[in-house]
């Protein structure tokens, strides 16, 4: 285990989305070379405003029936590759930019658990840890 700095996360720009959907423990977020388990708030932002948001997932709302979150997040954005990364350093939120625009954002709303993952095949798992420490294993 080391010490997380920004070059950690670097390599996964370039990476394309190729799928969302949900798990039994909370989301992922496939791409071509990692995958982003989320187990925190989440949500997509266009350049509209928010498009959809994990906590839209089987409600109504009035605007349709039953939301299915992950097939709206995959018509917004699978198949498109991630431009640009921004973790803030004193809540762990990430920022995942993707080429069109799209925001994807992981929201860490607690101090206890671990609220997201990044892993590819390599063996690299960055980890948003509770206490609000960054940590990247390999």
């Avoid at 405003?49 to 709302?61: I, L, N």
């Avoid at 993707?98 to 960055?126: K, M």
């Amino acid at each position: 285990m080391s010490a997380f700095t920004t070059k950690d996360l670097a390599w996964v720009i370039g990476a394309k989305v190729l799928q969302v959907r949900m798990t039994g423990s909370g989301w992922e977020f496939r791409c071509d070379r990692a995958w982003f388990e989320v187990e925190c708030p989440w949500r997509i932002i266009g350049p509209d405003g928010m498009c959809v948001t994990r906590d839209d997932h089987g409600r109504k709302w009035g605007r349709k029936p039953v939301i299915d979150a992950a097939a709206e997040a995959s018509e917004l954005v699978v198949g498109r590759s991630i431009s640009m990364l921004d973790l803030d350093d004193g809540t762990l939120d990430l920022t995942v930019t993707l080429e069109n625009g799209i925001r994807i954002q992981f929201i860490r709303l607690s101090t206890l658990y671990e609220c997201w993952h990044l892993r590819n095949d390599n063996g690299l798992h960055a980890i948003a840890t509770g206490y609000g420490k960054m940590v990247v294993f390999k």
